[in-house]
């Protein structure tokens, strides 16, 4: 394992920022073992962190069940109401909502339809009406739209999973009923403010003001509008952060400041394909997998990562053989391999 020269990293990073369709761009990545730190942009500009706000949601869970409040396996419905749970899951005509744990929701196991991203019946996706309008949506539109989709498969049916924004609703929901309070408050008084995370905060229909203070999401070439809808998606989607939060973030997590240490082993034992074979991450209980293909590697191999990814052009992972922690974002909906591609690159400078 070796250190890159800082200005080796500045130019795979330049290369990516000069691009048309990036509209501004932070990486950092620290090494704690040998002190190593370097950054590219500004690592204090807020970001939309889309869907690796799902690792402070797990993280959350984990510390509910460290308190004795759940299990993994104790089914959603128990916490939740056999109503909230009805209709998710139906196949031939049998009803296996109630039968959903919280594990499987946490893996993407579960068989609830994805509200986001699975087709609809038409053809479009809610994907595409965040693209094209700016509303705000409770819960309960979510469940709506999840329970107007076909599921794809029974509650841990061996060999299947589904990528699914649906699930971390209902863990947000759950993670709200046990706290006796919003999301955004166990949020706050439990990762926030005892990590010193000053910098992070969660987009909510109370402060849409603060949409101003984002870095600008694209689409393509056109920046992205929606402040109503994103204050929609509180445990799925809605944490906004910067480079130098991220990391610290990512340092408890990984280090068991957040939640017993020997949880992280028993969320990575496992891993379950959720995308297309092309795309090389996977999942495990609420963690993302990202693995380097042996094409964009094919003399040394670069070890595997966990951590998440967002749809908005965010990464957050660990790289464990390397004592590395990297995050960043590149501001784009549309190219989604485009802060992969950088990670990777990145990366392979420390073999």
């Known amino acids: 394992m070796k250190q890159p020269a800082p200005a080796t990293l500045d130019r795979l990073a330049s290369t990516v920022a000069a691009k048309a369709n990036v509209p501004s761009m932070s990486f950092a990545i620290e090494q704690p073992s040998t002190g190593f730190t370097w950054s590219y942009g500004d690592t204090d500009q807020p970001y939309f962190l889309a869907s690796i706000t799902k690792l402070y949601t797990v993280a959350l869970l984990m510390q509910l069940r460290d308190e004795g409040a759940l299990t993994l396996d104790t089914p959603a419905a128990r916490i939740l109401g056999e109503e909230t749970m009805s209709g998710l899951v139906v196949h031939n005509g049998r009803d296996y909502g109630s039968l959903v744990t919280v594990r499987q929701l946490l893996a993407q196991t579960s068989g609830v339809p994805d509200y986001f991203e699975q087709k609809r019946a038409d053809g479009s996706t809610f994907l595409d009406t965040l693209l094209n309008s700016d509303d705000a949506y409770s819960f309960e539109d979510f469940l709506a739209m999840a329970r107007a989709l076909p599921s794809q498969f029974t509650p841990a049916k061996p060999g299947k999973a589904q990528y699914c924004d649906t699930n971390y609703q209902l863990v947000g929901r759950i993670i709200e009923v046990l706290t006796s309070g919003t999301f955004e408050q166990a949020l706050h008084s439990r990762i926030l403010q005892p990590h010193n995370l000053r910098d992070t905060w969660l987009l909510t229909p109370q402060n849409l003001h603060r949409y101003e203070e984002v870095s600008e999401t694209w689409y393509r070439n056109r920046p992205l509008r929606a402040p109503k ?55 495990g209980i609420g963690i993302m997998r990202c693995s380097v293909p042996r094409l964009l590697s094919p003399i040394t191999s670069i070890p595997d990562m966990i951590g998440h990814s967002g749809a908005f052009g965010t990464v957050l992972y660990y790289v464990r053989d390397y004592d590395l922690y990297v995050c960043g974002s590149v501001n784009q909906m549309h190219t989604r391999s485009l802060p992969h591609q950088l990670l990777f690159k990145l990366v392979s400078k420390f073999r």
């Open 229 to 283: 809808t994103i204050a929609s998606f509180p445990p799925d989607g809605a944490i906004v952060s910067t480079a130098a939060d991220q990391l610290r973030f990512l340092r408890a997590f990984i280090g068991g400041d957040l939640f017993p240490r020997q949880y992280l082993e028993e969320m990575t034992a496992r891993w379950n394909s959720v995308f297309s074979p092309l795309v090389p991450i996977s999942y």
